[in-house]
Every structure is written in structure tokens, then in C-alpha cells.
């Protein structure tokens, strides 16, 4: 029973109860290797990397080629500083691709530690060739010649990092601060403004464009053998996307803050995991472990009110991020965060408020950033401003070149008002043929087809919005309403009971089941056919996300 509950709690994400109910399993059976490497693999991912430690060991006896454990049992031995026996583990891991990049990374700064420079430059030669490696071949070579005090092989080394791949933060970071140590200040100026001129707001490449004409030398970008392994670590866990890799993602995190690395970067890569997993709670733990006089303070915290929105805690994150604001009046991601939490708290005054300071601080970028006018311009939408709104969503339309989200919104919202049908409706049209197989905008198409009394066409797109999204209550809810229209009364009823088995908003429950005993009226002619409840919005607003893009 304990293992059934083991194994359940393993497949649901929870790391406390998988690692308490296979604890409570391996007393009753004590050899089994499967129960063992469950419970190593909870206790790394929970970031419990000193009693992970006796579990590796345990496990490479009826695995040796573990190849997790075999890094933890490395790491150990690479904090203690017995660089050869920790190659020795690493090794035994470079069996995959992913274990190929992890273990030459940490050898090449195992034999750093040994103040072997040609040794560990002949360790990240076994990169060449692999597709992809290239990036992380020349950014350790600058890495570690730099640390081993090589200039001339540092300084080519970061050059060619630097030139395949000048947007990576990271790269942009350690070149600029190699060009500042070796007396190239406005080298590393050019190298910082390019990034930023790119679009990309980093408070980290801002702090050190800020603090360039101080007469202070930074320090070393890396500066130990254990920072090196640290950010070859965090690197990997950075490029690894998606829910089927966010498992491997967090491992490797919590292995890069188990070392001696840049902790506020990596509590932040952390936490934005821990958050994509939905552990909310383990990732506002992370965000604030960040140090409150770190640069990326202000991010942690926006990041943390987020989190207590999607924990329907609202009040909390609209205060955090308030306090966030006061003390950082220019910070436009809290803003515009600010003003989408407002937004999905029906605080729609505050909302255009928030965002119109946000475009701001845009100042001469917001010609770039259509996304923020889209925002404000449903804002604008739910204050029944329907001026400034169009105004906004036809600015986000020239800005995105005819973005699908506003051709959906600004024709649904026109043909809901009755006003320049023929415009609206190709506009939502041209929305669908652009997102084909996006089920909230083909159903926008069906509603508004609704709207005009087309019954046989709503009929068409509703069914195949519901084809798209079978679980979302007001598409089914829509359905409905249309096969009412068209006569269809029995199916009408077979949607809306659909409706109210998807846990629709309780506003529109009630309405549901009044349709369920009642039907819908039959329309006036004199007027626009009316529906229950509102159409389905575009999906980020739908869902209420506070954050952009």
C-alpha cells in the first residue's frame, strides 16, 4: 500500500509526499532499487542534496550507471576538492547527450581546480562536433583560461562566444566584465548597450552599464573552480524547456545552488521552475531567499506576486506589487504586472491607470509593444469605454501587423455592439484563418455568426470550437445557446449540462441551469440575438494570466 501511494505521489509532482510514503516503503523493503531511486530523485528535486547523498551511494550498487547519482556523488567529492574521483563519477554519466555536455563541463572545471589549463581544454574538445555544444565550448574555454590567468586565450575565447551568440545574457555578462578587468571599459559599454538596444531589459547588464564609469574593477565573473561547475550547471538547466524537460530543469538547478555559484541568479531560475511546475509554494520560498539588496530583488518579488495570483490570493500580490512599484518607480515589468492583476481582479480603473504609467516608462519602445495597448484596451472594454478602446486595439493591430488575439477581440466586441459589421466580421474571420485550431477564437467566430442571427453558421464554428476545447464551460455553454436557435433543443440541453459539469464561473452556473429547466427565450426580431453569458475572451484574458506576451 505504502509503495501504491509512493509511486501515486511521485506521478502527481508531490516531492514531500512521495519522498514521506516511499521513506515509509523501503523500511518494509529495504533492497529495492526502484523505491531507492524515487527517493533519491525527491530529495534532489526538493533541493535536499546532503541526505540525496547516502541514497546515490546506495543506488549506484544496483545501478552504476545512475546518472544522477552519479553527479551528486561527484559534486560531493568536487566540493572536497578530490577532483579525480569526481571525474571518475562523471564519466560514468556521459552516456547521453545531455550526459555528455554535463560531464565535460564539470571535468574541464575539475581539472581547473587542479591548475591543469591544457588538460581542461582538451577535456571540452569532446564537445566538438556535437550539434549545439558549441556556445557552452566557448564560453568555458574563456571561462577557465580567464580563471587559470591565460588573457590571450581568454580573450579569444570570450570574442568567439560573444559573436555566436551576442543575445545570451549570460555570454553578454562575462565578456563585459572580462573587457572592463582588462581596462576595455568602452568596449564593454558598446557590448552592454547592444544587448539593451535589442529590446531586452535585464537589471543585471543595466547594473553593470550603471556602475561602468565607477573607478571600481569588478570582480572575476567566475571566480572558483566551484563557481565554474556551478554556472555549467545553471546553464544547462536554462536551455532545458518544456514540461517534459522541467523535471531535469529543477535537478540540475538545485545542483547549481548546491555549489558555490551566483546564488540570486539561480534562486531566480529555480523559482520560475518550481512556479511552471505550479509549486507555488516552494517557489515564493525560492524568490525570497534572493538577498533584498540583490538587483533581481525587485523580479523576485514581481515574480512572487504572480505565484499568489494564481493562488487566487490577490489582495496579497496586488500589495506586494504596490510595494514593489513605491520602491521602484521606473520598473516596468512590476508595473505592467501591477496593471494585469488589477485587470484580472476587475479593478479595470486601475487597470488603464496602471498601464497607461507603464506605457510611460515604455516611452519610445511602446511603438514596439503592442501587447501593452491590447491590454489596456480591454481594460478600457470591461469600463465600457468603447473609444479609447478601439482606439487601443487598433494601435496594437498596426504595431502586431494584424495580430490574431486583437482582430478577435476588436471584431467580437464591434459586432457585439452592433457596429460596422462588415469590418468586425472579417476581422474575426481572418482571426480564425490565421489560428485555425484555437478554439476560444473559432468560437468567437460561431458567437458572432450567433449575434447576426446566422444560425446554420454559429452552428458550424461552435461545434468545432467545442472539437477544439471539450473541457471549457462557456464554449459548451455557446454550443448550447446556438442548437437552441436552430431548433436543436435536445442537444442544446446535452451542452449546457456539459457547461455546468466544467465548473463554469458561479456567476454563470446560475444562468446554466435556468437554460437547463428553461430554454432561452425566443429572440425579439427587432433586436440582435442575445446570449446568456459573455463570449468567450481571447485566452490570456480569459484565464486571467498576469503577465505579458
Not at 526502484?34 to 546532503?50: D, N, P, W, Y
Not at 571600481?216 to 563557481?227: D, G, L, Y
Not at 555559484?261 to 509549486?279: A, E, M, R
Request: aromatic share 8%.
Amino acid at each position: 500500500m505504502r509503495a501504491l501511494a509512493s509511486r501515486t505521489a511521485s506521478h502527481v509532482r508531490d516531492l514531500p509526499a512521495t519522498a514521506a510514503f516511499t521513506s515509509a516503503a523501503l523500511k518494509l523493503d529495504p533492497g529495492n532499487g526502484v523505491l531507492l531511486e524515487r527517493l533519491f530523485q525527491a530529495e534532489v528535486m526538493q533541493g535536499e542534496i546532503v541526505k540525496a547523498e547516502p541514497l546515490a551511494a546506495q543506488v549506484i550498487k544496483t545501478n552504476s550507471q545512475q546518472r544522477m547519482a552519479r553527479l551528486v556523488l561527484g559534486l560531493k567529492e568536487f566540493r572536497a576538492r578530490r577532483y579525480g574521483e569526481a571525474r571518475g563519477h562523471f564519466d560514468e554519466a556521459a552516456y547521453t547527450p545531455l550526459g555528455t555536455l554535463t560531464s565535460t563541463l564539470l571535468d574541464a572545471w575539475a581539472y581547473a581546480g587542479e591548475g591543469s589549463l591544457n588538460a581542461a581544454l582538451k577535456a571540452l574538445d569532446k564537445l566538438d562536433g556535437q550539434d549545439g555544444f558549441t556556445n557552452y565550448k566557448a564560453l568555458h574555454t574563456a571561462l577557465i583560461a580567464d580563471y587559470l590567468g591565460s588573457g590571450v586565450r581568454a580573450d579569444a575565447a570570450y570574442k568567439k562566444a560573444y559573436q555566436l551568440a551576442p543575445t545570451s545574457m549570460r555570454i553578454v555578462q562575462a565578456y563585459g566584465n572580462w573587457l572592463e578587468r582588462s581596462g576595455h571599459k568602452d568596449e564593454a559599454e558598446k557590448v552592454y548597450k547592444a544587448y539593451l538596444a535589442d529590446g531586452q531589459r535585464d537589471v543585471l547588464v543595466q547594473q553593470a552599464l550603471d556602475k561602468l564609469q565607477s573607478a571600481a574593477k569588478p570582480a572575476a565573473f567566475v571566480a572558483t573552480p566551484q563557481a565554474g561547475a556551478s554556472e555549467s550547471l545553471f546553464s544547462i538547466a536554462s536551455a532545458l524547456t518544456g514540461d517534459q524537460n522541467a523535471e531535469a530543469a529543477l535537478t540540475y538547478s538545485e545542483l547549481a545552488l548546491s555549489l558555490a555559484g551566483d546564488k540570486p541568479v539561480i534562486l531566480t531560475t529555480l523559482g520560475g521552475i518550481q512556479s511552471d511546475l505550479k509549486f507555488y509554494d516552494d517557489s515564493n520560498a525560492t524568490f525570497d531567499q534572493v538577498p533584498k539588496d540583490s538587483a533581481l530583488r525587485a523580479y523576485a518579488d514581481t515574480q512572487m506576486a504572480i505565484n499568489m495570483h494564481r493562488m487566487d490570493k490577490k489582495d496579497e500580490a496586488i500589495k506586494l506589487l504596490q510595494d514593489v512599484t513605491a520602491k521602484n518607480a521606473n520598473d516596468f515589468d512590476a508595473t505592467v504586472t501591477l496593471a494585469a492583476i488589477y485587470r484580472a481582479s476587475d479593478k479595470f480603473d486601475l487597470s488603464v491607470e496602471t498601464y497607461t504609467k507603464a506605457i510611460g516608462l515604455l516611452g519610445e519602445d511602446a511603438k514596439n509593444n503592442w501587447r501593452i495597448f491590447y491590454d489596456r484596451g480591454i481594460a478600457f472594454d470591461k469600463l465600457k469605454q468603447f473609444d479609447k478602446s478601439e482606439e487601443d486595439f487598433r494601435k496594437a493591430l498596426e504595431i502586431s501587423k494584424g495580430d490574431p488575439s486583437v482582430l478577435n477581440y476588436l471584431g467580437y466586441s464591434m459586432i457585439d455592439r452592433g457596429e460596422k459589421l462588415d469590418e468586425a466580421l472579417a476581422m474575426v474571420k481572418k482571426a480564425v484563418e490565421l489560428k485555425p485550431n484555437d478554439g476560444y477564437i473559432v468560437d468567437s467566430l460561431g458567437w458572432a455568426y450567433y449575434k447576426l442571427r446566422d444560425y446554420e453558421q454559429a452552428v458550424t464554428y461552435c461545434e468545432r470550437a467545442v472539437d477544439l476545447n471539450a473541457g471549457d464551460p462557456t464554449i459548451a455553454d455557446h454550443l448550447g445557446d446556438v442548437y437552441w436557435m436552430a431548433g436543436r433543443k435536445l442537444e442544446a440541453r446535452f451542452q449546457w449540462q456539459h457547461a455546468k459539469d466544467n465548473k463554469p464561473d458561479p456567476e454563470d452556473l446560475a444562468k446554466i441551469e435556468a437554460k437547463i429547466k428553461d430554454g432561452l427565450p425566443e429572440p425579439d426580431v427587432a433586436k440582435p440575438a442575445d446570449g446568456a453569458t459573455a463570449p468567450a475572451q481571447p485566452v490570456d484574458d480569459k484565464a486571467g494570466k498576469p503577465i505579458n506576451g
